[in-house]
């Protein structure tokens, strides 16, 4: 089947599928399971086209758990990570490739631009900054998973607490958990309870907590500190549930524990992407040596350099070991070229993959096909008004004609075009869904009740259809200002 077929059928599917319908994302439940093929399966659900960059990155991270169990164990040390150069113009999906890859490993991760950096003596961030983020980064998820952990022993003993609280009877009486039903049921959320608070000897509440440390041990300085005067607060028992919530996680954390955990996962399965490595490129075939008004464009490469290749940064949490960190870097290249980059840092990112622009065909297939498409998009949301969306097959098709035109006549920026010209289609019907819904008698909105607190049946949603003339009669502004801005010096 052509891709122009595929796109077609994409597009009718799109027409006749409802909202309520199920989407089902290919999902990994560790890293043993994400092999390259699944890994290409789930980018392929949110992103069209550039097979080659989806398999490069696939095997990247299949890499790094072929290496954790490759025998003999002496060659674990030995094994690089695959670190990449992605290169391809804007807009074609560099970013939400990395975007995706973030949320389907449950690994550390860090997204930077390189413009945001400075060579070491200059003022600014140094490159440094990126290994402290990756392992705050870390730090994050491991309590995340803690808390995932012991979400159901922590829930219960905050449920009797706040029965203790309400019922002013001992933890346990019958009286207590009389409330137990009305508490879980959220009948009770804007009840005051009598939270009692212990301040800290000669240490204000919350007083010697840097910035640095975390919320969990603020937080117990407000809830259960060692020793001081006791003393309660008024809080609703929605504040108290969250506020016991932390205090109770916070007894249950080793810090010790959660940092020796942060920065193994930082230094063995961390990923580091690097948005825009042209723009710190200097284009040595330039007048001038392309050097600009910037000259520390250059020694920011060269402070990546032991970075990529591996070395022992600084942080506050400990040592951090970067030689089996993924680092994939991109760029567009518009004004610089590959071979700009440092030879040294062109061999300290072995894997390079281009992308390729996006074609009238792209953009249509990105209306419709992933699971999360535009289209899909602001039918939901127009949905929350009881408005029903319903684009045709020629109107989808002149959204992405319209676009293509425009990347062409005035700047190439791929399929972020697309946004700029739906927002434009459907400025009036989101400006006025509500009334739209009124005027048919049909406004709802979600958790709307009746006379006896029960939800109101939804009414049928008032139709709008977006075909080709309804795209021309409120796109036109835009076109005429493309044409213009061709002529503009």
Not at 132 to 153: W, Y
Not at 370 to 384: D, E, F, G, H
Not at 428 to 445: C, N, P, T
Request: hydrophobic share 45%; aromatic share 4%; net charge negative.
């Amino acid at each position: 089947m052509s891709s122009a077929a595929a796109a077609q059928m994409a597009v009718e599917s799109s027409q006749t599928s409802t909202l309520s319908a199920p989407v089902v994302l290919p999902q990994a439940s560790d890293e043993s399971t994400l092999t390259p093929s699944r890994v290409v399966e789930y980018l392929d659900a949110h992103i069209v086209g550039q097979k080659d960059a989806k398999r490069a990155i696939a095997v990247a991270l299949r890499s790094r758990w072929r290496r954790r169990n490759a025998e003999p164990e002496f060659l674990r040390d030995e094994i690089s990570p695959k670190n990449m150069l992605m290169v391809g113009p804007t807009g074609v999906g560099k970013t939400e490739l990395a975007r995706r890859i973030a949320k389907l490993v449950n690994a550390p991760f860090v997204k930077v631009e390189a413009t945001k950096f400075t060579e070491v003596g200059y003022h600014g961030r140094d490159v440094d900054t990126i290994v402290r983020d990756l392992v705050a980064n870390a730090l994050t998820i491991a309590k995340t998973r803690l808390r995932a952990e012991l979400a159901a022993t922590i829930e219960s003993d905050v449920e009797q607490q706040l029965c203790q609280l309400l019922s002013g009877k001992a933890r346990g009486d019958s009286e207590a958990l009389a409330f137990l039903p009305h508490l879980r049921a959220g009948e009770l959320d804007d009840s005051l309870v009598a939270l009692p608070i212990k301040d800290p000897l000669n240490n204000p509440a919350g007083a010697g907590v840097t910035s640095g440390q975390t919320t969990f041990i603020a937080i117990e300085a407000f809830v259960q500190p060692r020793g001081g005067s006791e003393r309660t607060e008024k809080v609703t028992v929605r504040e108290a549930r969250e506020r016991l919530r932390e205090s109770e996680l916070s007894k249950r954390i080793d810090d010790d524990v959660i940092k020796a955990s942060a920065l193994r996962a930082a230094e063995c399965d961390g990923i580091v992407f690097i948005d825009e490595i042209d723009k710190v490129c200097v284009n040595h075939a330039a007048p001038t040596g392309g050097r600009g008004g910037d000259a520390s464009n250059e020694g920011v490469q060269r402070d990546l350099l032991p970075l990529v290749e591996g070395t022992i940064v600084e942080t506050k949490w400990g040592n951090v070991d970067t030689s089996k960190i993924l680092f994939i870097a991109s760029g567009a290249f518009h004004a610089v070229k590959v071979a700009d980059v440092l030879p040294e840092l062109q061999g300290r990112l072995p894997v390079r993959v281009t992308l390729d622009g996006l074609t009238e065909n792209d953009l249509l297939r990105i209306l419709t096909e992933p699971v999360a498409s535009m289209i899909r998009q602001q039918q939901a949301l127009l949905a929350t008004e009881n408005v029903e969306l319903v684009f045709t097959d020629d109107g989808v098709r002149r959204l992405a004609a319209v676009a293509a035109q425009m990347n062409v006549d005035v700047e190439n920026i791929g399929a972020r075009r697309l946004h700029t010209v739906l927002e434009k289609v459907l400025e009036d019907v989101s400006f006025e869904a509500d009334l739209i819904a009124e005027k048919a008698g049909a406004k709802w909105q979600p958790g709307d009740l009746d006379a006896d607190g029960k939800p109101l049946p939804r009414p049928v949603p008032v139709t709008v259809t977006v075909d080709a003339e309804f795209v021309d009669a409120h796109i036109g502004d835009v076109l005429q200002g493309a044409d213009l801005k061709k002529f503009i010096l």
